[in-house]
């Protein structure tokens, strides 16, 4: 059963998703850029079959409060303080694109929190050619500043961000969607090499690698995840 909560984080309530066993490891899933946590909805069960399983809607996204002040380090505080709130020591860390970005930010800055680490079709962070996106027609599921913020950055990485993966201590698997993708796929090698102990495999779909390819993507991601440390108890909300 899935259960639907919210949850103070540092005066931003951020609305999420918990499923799986109480007392198994946790695992936090992190959506791309325009989604929310409903785009995990096609693996979500299967990761929960073996682990708590917490999916945010990150903020200006979904259900989660949408403040007007926008930009990828704000996520990742974000994301700290629900750890904290949750009382969440160590985690396991999936994200994907967007996601993927924050969920690095966090295992750079605070790599005591982040025990293993999955970065799906995630480029290395370096300047890529500026473009300025068009507002889709009709209501929104998201902040439309939120993306204007958020484009920025990735357009124009911080350079610290690349010069900090080598701080990132978690085991990192970096999930590649292969030629179809539009994130050049050099660049998510790169981003393998630079973490230590990281380490890359191909899932050939496209950018929407959990989407297009759930039962491939959950077979990688749990071959990575899931092993003798899960004898430990961990009792969580």
């Not at 999420?16 to 785009?39: M, N, W």
């Not at 259900?63 to 949750?86: C, I, K, Q």
């Not at 966090?106 to 050619?129: F, G």
């Amino acid at each position: 059963m899935v259960d639907h909560r919210s949850v103070d984080a540092g005066g931003v309530r951020l609305a999420y998703q918990a499923s799986g066993p109480l007392d198994a490891l946790p695992l936090v899933l992190l959506h791309a850029l325009g989604e929310d946590a409903t785009d995990w909805d096609s693996v979500a069960d299967v990761l929960a079959r073996r682990r708590r399983v917490y999916v945010p809607d990150l903020r200006g996204h979904g259900r989660s409060d949408w403040p007007g002040n926008y930009s990828l380090e704000l996520m990742r505080a974000d994301v700290l303080r629900f750890l904290d709130a949750l009382g969440l020591g160590r985690v396991d860390l999936i994200g994907h694109s967007m996601g993927g970005i924050v969920a690095y930010l966090l295992a750079q800055e605070h790599p005591q929190r982040v025990s293993r680490l999955v970065l799906e079709d995630v480029a290395v962070p370096r300047p890529r050619e500026q473009t300025v996106p068009t507002r889709p027609d009709g209501d929104l599921t998201f902040d439309w500043e939120m993306v204007l913020a958020v484009r920025k950055q990735i357009d124009v990485p911080d350079p610290g961000w690349l010069e900090r993966l080598s701080q990132i201590t978690a085991e990192t698997l970096v999930v590649a969607g292969g030629p179809c993708s539009h994130v050049p796929q050099d660049g998510i090698a790169e981003l393998a090499r630079r973490i230590p102990g990281g380490h890359m495999v191909t899932i050939p779909v496209g950018h929407l690698i959990h989407h297009a390819a759930p039962e491939a993507f959950t077979e990688a991601v749990s071959a990575f995840l899931f092993s003798e440390k899960d004898s430990r108890p961990a009792r969580r909300p």
